[in-house]
Structures are given as C-alpha cells and as structure tokens.
C-alpha cells in the first residue's frame, strides 16, 4: 500500500505539497516523514545518483522520481510492486506540472500547493487494491519497466551526503590551517633572518658612527 506521498523542490529541498491523510495509521510516521527530509536535503545539495530511485527503510520503500525541479516521493510496504509505485508517482509528476509547472521557481512558502492533495488522494485510492482489473493491467505493461531504477538503502544513502559534508568540512578546516602554518612559517623565516644577520648590521653600524665621528674630529 501507498503509506507516504511528499512533493519538494530539488533546488532547496522545499516541500510544496504532500498526502494530508498520509501517515495516520502508522505510530512511526513521523520519523519516516524526517527520513523524506533528509533525503530532500541531500538531493538539494546535489547528492542524488538518479532521476530514479527505490531506497530501503525499515519495512518499507521509498520511491522517488525527480523531473526538471521537482521530487516526488511515495512510500509503500515492502511487499507493493515497484512499477506501480512509479507509474503512481508518474501520474502525480503529469498532473503536478500541468498545475502547477510555471510556480514552481517562484514558490516561496512551505506547502504553497498544499491543495495538490486532493489529486494526491483521489490518485492514491486508484493504487492501493494491487488486484483490481486496472492495475493488473498496468503490472503487464511491457512498454514500462523499472528493472533497471536503482534500489538502495536509506543509511547508505543519507550517509553518503553526511560523508561528502565531513570531506567538505575537513578540506575546508586543512586549507585553513595551512593558511596559518604558512603565516607560521614566514614569520619564523623572518626572525631567523633577523637573527642571522643582525650582529652584521649591527657591526656594520657602529663601523659607520665610529668613521663618521673620526671624520667630524679631524
């Protein structure tokens, strides 16, 4: 069965609309809501590996697909047949863009085209009976195939963006201290400098006061 469905934009990771009713009989819904951010959020950094996507989490999958500047997002039960689940999210991606296609850049709130839900709901209840007549026949469509989308799990996915932000972090942190270790480095290269050559300047020095003072006197 369909459990979640989340809307957002990949840019910024923005949610723009979502199933209303989703999550209500599931205790644990939150905590696989956090999970959609955070997944939202690696894709706006620039994290994701495809424009489609299975990721394991618990007893269940996430789906996602990802068109132009928007990803749309669906969690079923383990056991819900993959292609339904994308030509769900399919059917969402069509009437999404035909709404809403030209406010997608100029969102600006959270949820701004929360009122997507009804198509979310109406959709939804079409996909939920995998027995009926209409989804057999989608099941044996052979001109849709989703054997080659990628299935992950979602650790593994969440902590590749968590890997990239520590390597991003580190190699900001080295190049930093490198900056300091070079100050360092110059200026010890100066006292040394000073120390090597000042007894010369200062021998030097009083050379030139005492011809000088012999000058004046004769």
């Known amino acids: 069965m369909v459990k979640l469905t989340m809307i957002a934009r990949v840019t910024d990771g923005l949610p723009l609309a979502e199933g209303l009713d989703d999550g209500r009989d599931m205790p644990d819904a939150e905590f696989y809501k956090q999970q959609v951010k955070a997944l939202f959020k690696n894709l706006s950094r620039g994290h994701n590996e495809a424009s489609r996507m299975s990721v394991e989490t618990g007893p269940y999958v996430f789906h996602y697909v990802i068109e132009g500047r928007v990803c ?21 991606v069509n009437e999404f863009e035909r709404g809403y296609g030209n406010q997608i850049e100029t969102a600006a709130r959270p949820y ?14 079409l996909y939920q009976d995998t027995r009926t007549q209409r989804n057999i026949t989608k099941l044996n469509d052979e001109l849709y195939e989703v054997h ?3 299935t992950r799990n979602v650790q593994e996915v969440l902590g590749v963006g968590e890997k990239l932000d ?3 972090q580190m190699s900001s942190r080295l190049t930093s201290e490198s900056r300091v270790y070079a100050d360092k480095a110059k200026d010890l290269n100066r006292q040394a400098l000073i120390k090597k050559w000042a007894p010369v300047a200062i021998v030097l ?9 012999r000058k004046k006197i004769y």
């Open 112 to 125: 701004a085209f929360i009122k997507f839900d009804t198509f979310i709901q109406r959709t939804k209840k």
């Open 72 to 92: 749309y997002l669906t969690m079923c039960d383990r056991a819900y047949p993959k292609k339904l689940a994308f030509q769900y999210l399919e059917d969402l």
């Open 166 to 168: 520590q390597v991003s």
């Open 205 to 213: 020095g009083v050379v030139i006061l005492l011809f000088w003072a």
């Open 148 to 150: 080659q989308i990628m």
